[in-house]
């Protein structure tokens, strides 16, 4: 055989073999992105997306004290080749009239899997930001009045050395489970706005938690918090929110909106926590909803003025903001 004929035969081989290559690479990322489309196309037109949404906002801010997720800027989800549904959102807290981001939030959810989440907070400050503010004392549990504070905390002392040009968050705890309606009330006169309450749902009394600490009569434990309603239409598409709760209307709908949320979350979600959610949800239905602690923000000579309530206690400084108050 003619040596150049043998040369050319030895040259297309690997030409004909990375072309064979090339061509099955091609075809096998056609199919991935033919399979990735349809993949997103259904969890949108399906209303997965907006439903994984709506489990991550609910659980977040039902679980945590005071941090909302952001709402204004079209969250958006997504979902990987091995439809694990993933989403990333800024996390934030009214600090006057203003929403201060915090963090950021991670949560996933694998396909037929728990929902998980992280929150990764914008701390300026180490060991500054507590997770759980509120203090639930034993006297509450056995249907006692905490007479005197065992742990006078500086917030008070905080908050008379700040100037009047700022705005800040305060968190307290109650001397006796309350309706929030009543701890309305006595917000009222003060010029304050309350942002979220820590609900009371028989932790410790009804049932056991896995997880909570104690010192003394102390306890601090994970609860649900009481938020401004949100609402989702039936398609699980989010319709509408409140960044306060409003004296003037009241807070039976905000009350009615907890129920609600948690009957939905512990029927649709799995996630850590599910079967405790299942029996504080029992035991509200029967007693109702009483809380043992809030958030308020407001300036910061209103929020002085609130140590004169005999009924609050613990009183904690959380973000300071300069002034942003109508």
């Known amino acids: 055989m003619d040596t150049k004929v043998m040369n050319r035969m030895i040259w297309r081989t690997p030409l004909r073999l990375f072309a064979k290559i090339l061509s099955a690479a091609l075809m096998v990322f056609l199919i991935y992105g033919m399979y990735y489309s349809a993949a997103y196309i259904y969890h949108e037109q399906s209303g997965l997306n907006d439903k994984f949404l709506r489990s991550v906002m609910t659980t977040v801010e039902l679980h945590e004290s005071g941090l909302i997720v952001d709402k204004r800027s079209s969250p958006l989800g997504e979902v990987t080749p091995f439809l694990t549904q993933k989403t990333n959102l800024k996390v934030y807290k009214n600090v006057g009239e203003w929403q201060v981001i915090v963090g950021e939030l991670h949560a996933k959810k694998q396909l037929g899997g728990k929902l998980t989440y992280s929150i990764e907070e914008l701390n300026p400050y180490l060991n500054r930001e507590e997770r759980n503010p509120y203090i639930l004392n034993s006297a509450l549990l056995e249907g006692r009045e ?136 029992a035991y509200l239905k029967k007693n109702g909803v009483q809380v043992y602690g809030a958030t308020v923000t407001g300036p910061v000579r209103e929020l002085e003025k609130l140590k004169e309530e005999q009924e609050f206690w613990e009183f904690r400084l959380g973000r300071i903001e300069v002034w942003n108050w109508s």
């Open 146 to 281: 905490i007479k005197d504070d065992p742990h006078p905390t500086g917030a008070m002392n905080q908050l008379g050395r700040l100037e009047d040009g700022n705005v800040a968050e305060l968190f307290f705890s109650l001397r006796t489970l309350r309706s929030p309606e009543e701890v309305l009330e006595l917000l009222s006169d003060y010029d304050v706005k309350a942002t979220s309450m820590a609900v009371f749902a028989g932790e410790l009394k009804d049932f056991k938690l896995g997880t909570y600490s104690s010192s003394g009569a102390d306890y601090t434990i994970p609860h649900l918090t009481l938020r401004p309603k949100v609402q989702f239409s039936d398609n699980h598409f989010l319709s509408s929110w409140h960044t306060f709760f409003s004296q003037d209307d009241g807070i039976t709908d905000h009350v009615q909106q907890l129920i609600a949320d948690v009957e939905w979350m512990t029927n649709n979600i799995k996630y850590n926590g599910v079967d405790d959610d299942k029996r504080r949800l």
